[in-house]
C-alpha cells in the first residue's frame, strides 16, 4: 500500500480508482463498486503560480493548520492511524483486515487516540469464502501511543 500511494506518485493523487483493488476477489470489488471500473488519476496538470515545478506537500504537526488540512492517515504495517488533524495529533488503528465494506463515521471528534475506529460491520456480510479472507466482526485496535515526529 505504501509503495502504491506514496512512492508511485510524483506529487499526489487527484482520485484513488478502482485499480487500488486489483487482486482483491470479485464479490468484494462488486460489493464496493457495483461493479464498476475507473482508473486512479494522479495530479498531472498542475501549475505553480511562480513557474516552478510542482513538489509534493511536506506535512508537519505545525504546518498541518496552515494548510488547512482535516485529516492525517499514517500507514503502520498493523493497519493505517487516521488522525482527525483538527483536535489530535494521534488516532485509533483501523486494522487491515478490517472488513473495507464497513461504514465508518467521517465525525472528527469520533477518531480518538484512545477509542477504537469509529465503525459499523457492513448490513450483510459476505461469506468468508468470497471475501478471500475471514472479514473482521470486532473494532480493530488501538495501537499505542506514539510520539509524534519532529522535522
Known amino acids: 500500500m505504501t509503495r502504491y500511494l506514496v512512492d508511485q506518485v510524483a506529487v499526489g493523487w487527484d482520485e484513488l480508482g478502482t485499480d487500488l483493488l ?13 461493479g464498476e471500473s475507473w482508473p486512479s488519476r494522479t495530479m498531472d496538470d ?6 516552478s515545478p510542482p513538489q509534493r506537500m ?3 504537526e505545525e504546518s498541518a493548520s496552515e494548510q488547512d488540512l482535516q485529516w492525517g492517515y499514517v500507514l503502520h504495517p498493523h493497519g ?3 488522525i482527525s488533524l483538527h483536535d489530535n495529533l494521534r488516532g485509533p488503528v483501523v486494522s487491515w483486515d478490517t472488513d473495507p465494506r464497513a461504514r465508518f463515521s467521517d465525525h472528527p471528534a469520533q477518531w480518538r487516540p484512545s477509542s477504537p475506529p469509529p ?9 468468508s469464502s468470497r471475501l478471500g479472507t475471514q472479514p ?3 473494532p480493530a485496535t488501538v495501537s499505542a501511543p506514539r510520539t509524534p515526529a519532529r522535522r
Open 22 to 34: 486489483d487482486g482483491a476477489p470479485t464479490a468484494l470489488h462488486t460489493a464496493l463498486t457495483g
Open 46 to 51: 498542475l501549475i505553480c503560480p511562480d513557474g
Open 58 to 60: 511536506t506535512v508537519t
Open 80 to 82: 493505517i492511524e487516521v
Open 119 to 127: 465503525l459499523s460491520p457492513p448490513p450483510d456480510p459476505l461469506p
Open 136 to 138: 473482521a466482526t470486532a
